[in-house]
T-cell receptor, first 106, second 113 residues
Framework: TQLLEQSPQFLSIQEGENLTVYCNSS?????LQWYRQEPGEGPVLLVT?????EVKKLKRLTFQFGDARKDSSLHITAAQTGDTGLYLCANTPLVFGKGTRLSVIA | DSGVTQTPKHLITATGQRVTLRCSPRSGDLSVYWYQQSLDQGLQFLIQYYNGEERAKGNILERFSAQQFPDLHSELNLSSLELGDSALYFCASSVEARRVTQYFGPGTRLLVL
């Protein structure tokens, strides 16, 4: 069974700072998705990456997929309070990491 | 709004009881997934249905069962409830069965006392 490890588990930063969170797998991803989940709601898909080395940008969010397709990172530039939430990586569609809980403080 | 609906939003019950959670997928989606989310275990896949047939099974207990009806809505039945079954239960749907975008519902928060 594939295991996804996300780090850090918790992250609290000031508005305007940059941050990176990581997702590492015990085996190769078929494809990798990043989700954001806000309190009381279901996860919402941010991006899907498929090709090793792929980089995708979504406004201030940059997603990178490792060359070997066993790891990924999510970088947020100039974090805003609206970025607060639980960030989950997943090997679509069935295996999820435990997430990084991000809190951005004004 | 993802288009996936789940009822009820909250459920409080006692140990030993049985409950049914309901999910209506997005219009046009044939596949339904059930997940359990707890603080210590994260989001755990339970079971998937595609067009009425069981497609994949995850860490679903024998006390739990699910089905997908001809109108594509799905129900998750939890019986002989234990304190440890307290969690958020999410339903997600997708158009196809594999490796595609899932849309999650708002979840049902179950509290077993």
């Amino acid at each position: 069974t594939q295991l996804l490890e996300q780090s850090p588990q918790f992250l609290s930063i000031q508005e305007g700072e940059n941050l990176t969170v990581y997702c590492n797998s015990s085996s190769v991803f078929s494809s990798l998705q990043w989700y954001r989940q806000e309190p009381g709601e279901g996860p919402v898909l941010l991006v899907t990456v498929v090709t090793g080395g792929e980089v995708k940008k979504l406004k201030r969010l940059t997603f990178q997929f490792g060359d070997a397709r066993k790891d990924s990172s999510l970088h947020i530039t100039a974090a805003q309070t609206g970025d607060t939430g639980l960030y989950l990586c997943a090997n679509t569609p069935l295996v999820f990491g435990k997430g990084t809980r991000l809190s951005v403080i004004a | 709004d993802s288009g996936v609906t789940q009822t009820p939003k909250h459920l409080i019950t006692a140990t030993g009881q049985r409950v049914t959670l309901r999910c209506s997928p997005r219009s046009g989606d044939l596949s339904v997934y059930w997940y359990q989310q707890s603080l210590d275990q994260g989001l755990q896949f339970l079971i998937q249905y595609y067009n009425g047939e069981e497609r994949a099974k995850g860490n679903i207990l024998e006390r739990f069962s699910a089905q997908q009806f001809p109108d594509l809505h799905s129900e998750l039945n939890l019986s002989s409830l234990e304190l440890g079954d307290s969690a958020l239960y999410f339903c997600a749907s997708s158009v196809e069965a594999r490796r595609v975008t899932q849309y999650f519902g708002p979840g049902t928060r179950l509290l077993v006392l």
